[in-house]
């Protein structure tokens, strides 16, 4: 039976995963982490937590510790925006870090049932945010009487670009499951589960209809390929090559589907040699200013093609003429471009998140940022196949899918850097225990992970 203190953990987390991507919850969301944080507390493992950090996780924690230190290093001593700087540490990486701490010390609880029914919580918590753009977008399917319009929904979050990455780590985990199905390690009856969730998830990502989502598909089909040759080769080889074709060639039915419906991608490689023709088209630079170019046609320049592209260019310019940082912060590229055009630029925040930091942290920022997730990607690869491969696996996907998002996505910012930050928190303890008792009635019990169970117990942390 699960106790009181397990189960309001766990309705803690469910909740406080409900509201982190509502928009205008600031407050509340900070509340709930602050009384999570409260209770989680009086029931944590401290040593077993300090065995992790001085064993399998070191290289993390020391590069995240060193990351930590230079960004405030730049604020204080290097960055022309201190002020502004130390507002973005205290209110974006500070609040990651505690959202962090708190997926560590649930990992961590005495009692071995808690971060099983909380990781069912977020997992509750994201198939509730991706059931609800489902409902919107039939909705306006049945309302518009058509398949092919773009419909751009968001459910209860600000937008479809936020909503993206909870349809993201909600196919990590169902991906990760789906996988040890695939190799026979699956549990009885889940099969139907997992493909309610992947439908699901397909149909909310269709109605997002980020074009950047096909990169993260990229990573799941390519992993899922990899898992069933794997498991299929030696017996079957020809079975093997077969079903990974037929994947590959389902991705490349819903790419190509995703290229004739959305019309930025028309338009892309005209777009180019006018984007990156900066120094005579400046929208880049302030789009309140200056006007959209236009195209060799005639038509004018779509705004997400042009400014991507032309943001890229400027901003390696920014880094190699600031090596060491302008400051963090979520617009380092706006305030770099400050210092080269004063009030002519606006305030502008990269859609590339690993630029953005290159420009606020500098090239020894990004490389410690990029050893982190190399550490972390490490770490979980040696454990795909142990005691505890799905939460490796989940782990692995997570951080895969969103460094891949880093690249084309301002993903480093609000809760979707506190969500990223708290699986890790969550995940890297979970992966790298092996239990075989439970410590709160001497028997096995089952955590709730996509509604199955997955064995726990006691065994040490």
Known sequence: MLSRRAALIATLTCVLSVVWPIPHTIALRNALMGILLIVLVGGTSWRAGWRLVQGPARPFVMLYSLFTAWILFVAFFISPFPHWSLSEIQGQWFMGTGAMLLGGLTAFQENKEVPYWAMGGVLLALIMQV????????????????????ARLGGFTAGPGK???????????VVARWSLSIEGRGNRGESWALATLLVLCGLSIYFESMRNEIFDLVVFAMFIGAIIYKAQSVRAPRRALL???????????????????????????????????????????NAQRFSLPHLPNGQVVSASNYLRIAWIKEGIKEVLAHPLGVGYGRAAFGHALQLRFGSLSNDIGLNDSL?????????????LWLGMFVSVGWFSVSRLSGAHAFEARFLFLVVLAFGVRMAVDNDMQNYTLEQFLYFLGLLIPLASVKITRCSTNGGAVKGVILGTGAPMGDGGS
């Not at 919107?136 to 009487?145: D, I």
């Open 243 to 285: 079903a990974v074709a037929g994947i590959f060639l389902f991705f490349s039915i819903a790419v190509g589907v995703d290229l004739a419906v959305d019309p930025r991608w028309a338009s892309l490689w005209a777009t180019v040699p006018v984007a990156l023709n900066t120094a005579h088209h400046l929208a880049w630079l």
């Open 355 to 367: 630029l953005t930091i290159a420009i606020g942290a500098g090239i020894p920022g990004a490389a």
């Open 131 to 150: 059931v609800a753009v489902d409902i919107q977008g039939l909705w306006t399917v049945g309302s518009s009487g058509s398949w092919l319009k773009m």
């Open 163 to 173: 909503m993206s990455y909870l349809t993201n780590f909600l196919l990590c985990a």
